[in-house]
């Protein structure tokens, strides 16, 4: 079980730090949400940005007051009366080392992020659109956790699916998983489903890239 601040480290400035730094409402849950089972995620509905900032990691600086009434989240108010984004806390692995590639641990990060795509659970009277908001997510777990991002963004689109989401993946100019889209477009031309990207994502190792390996999976099974 993981509190939802153990992915805040001081000094690290990165992707949790900055949401929680310049939404400050998110660090109110901090104070009473108890640790995450496997099966939990914790959605924050509502957390409005009030800070701008610059940079990211060693660069972060503050870059004025945000301008409330002006900005997208503050004017987006839902049929429950409730504004800004949905924010979902969910932990990673935390230096998993070569076990990340084992089974169990692959089910173990499926299970974490198809609830968190379960979302918010008044998300269908909320009113905010005709269809189900992106999960908006990036190399989760691929920083100082160790995960590695190859395998970790393929996991995520395979139980966003399961959930019915679509995913907006955001690299943060991380060039390993620079063949992220080639990788999917031929999941997909291959007429896979996700039971057979499930299949795709077993028996790997740190010696051998995971893009690689899953392309060669494909042509070997498009040859035979």
């Known amino acids: 079980a993981a509190p939802m601040y153990s992915a805040l480290h001081g000094g690290g400035n990165v992707q949790e730090e900055i949401r ?12 009473f949400c108890e640790a995450m089972q496997v099966n939990e995620s914790i959605t924050i509905v509502g957390a409005l940005q009030y800070s701008k900032y610059t940079g990211y990691g060693g660069s972060f600086r503050f870059d004025g007051p945000t301008d409330l009434p002006a900005s ?6 839902d049929r429950l009366n409730r504004r800004g984004p949905v924010i979902v806390a969910f932990d990673a692995l935390y230096f998993p080392g070569s076990s990340q590639y084992e089974k169990a641990l692959i089910h173990r990060e499926l299970i974490k992020v198809y609830c968190t795509c379960l979302g918010d659970p008044e998300e269908e009277s909320s009113g905010r659109g005709d269809s189900r908001a992106a999960f908006a997510t990036g190399n989760w777990g691929c920083g100082v956790f160790g995960g590695d991002p190859q395998l970790k963004s393929l996991i995520q689109w395979l139980a966003a699916s399961a959930a019915n989401r679509h995913v907006a993946y955001y690299p943060f100019a991380d060039r390993r998983v620079d063949r992220l889209a080639e990788v999917a477009e031929a999941i997909q031309a291959s007429g896979a489903k996700a039971s057979d990207l499930y299949h795709l994502l077993q028996s790997h190792s740190k010696s051998r890239p995971v893009f690689d390996v899953v392309l060669e999976r494909l042509r070997s099974a498009a040859a035979s």
Not at 20 to 31: K, R
Not at 72 to 77: F, H, L, R, S, T
């Open 20 to 31: 929680f730094s310049v939404c400050p409402e998110c660090l109110v849950g901090m104070l």
């Open 72 to 77: 997208a989240d503050y004017n987006c108010v």
